[in-house]
C-alpha cells in the first residue's frame, strides 16, 4: 500500500510542495518520535521563522500539530475497542 502511495505521487506530483514524500517504518516508538522532532517539527519552525521573517503567517508547525493530534486520537480508537479493559464494581 506505501509503495503504490509513493508511486502514484511520481505519476501525479503535487504542485509547490517544500520536499518529496517518503516513509519511514519503524517498529521501535522512541525511533518514531526523533523521526517526528527531525523530519517534522525542526523543519516546520525553521520554515516558520523564514514566514515570520518575511512578514508571512507561520503555520507549518501548527499544521503539525493539528495532524498529530488527530493521528493519536485515531490511534487509541482503534486500541481501545481491542485493549482488554476489566471494569471493578465496588
Same mark, same amino acid.
Given at each position: %500500500?506505501?509503495?503504490? +502511495? ?9 504542485? /509547490? !510542495?517544500?520536499?518529496? =514524500? /517518503?516513509? *519511514? ?6 525511533? &518514531?518520535?526523533?523521526?517526528? *522532532?527531525? @523530519? $517534522?517539527?525542526?523543519? +516546520? ?8 521573517? /518575511? +512578514? ?7 499544521? $503539525?500539530? !493539528?495532524?498529530?493530534? $488527530?493521528? &493519536?486520537?485515531? @490511534? %487509541? %480508537?482503534?486500541?481501545? =475497542?481491542?485493549?482488554? !479493559?476489566?471494569?471493578? *464494581?465496588?
Amino acid at each position: %500500500m506505501i509503495e503504490t +502511495g509513493l508511486k502514484l505521487t511520481e505519476e501525479v506530483p503535487f504542485n /509547490s !510542495i517544500l520536499w518529496k =514524500p /517518503s516513509t *519511514i517504518i519503524t517498529k521501535y516508538q522512541a525511533w &518514531y518520535y526523533v523521526n517526528v *522532532i527531525f @523530519l $517534522h517539527l525542526i523543519p +516546520g519552525l525553521l520554515i516558520d521563522g523564514l514566514l515570520k521573517l /518575511s +512578514g508571512n503567517k507561520p503555520l507549518y508547525v501548527n499544521i $503539525h500539530c !493539528i495532524i498529530y493530534v $488527530h493521528v &493519536y486520537i485515531l @490511534l %487509541m %480508537m482503534l486500541y481501545l =475497542p481491542v485493549a482488554d !479493559i476489566k471494569f471493578q *464494581i465496588k
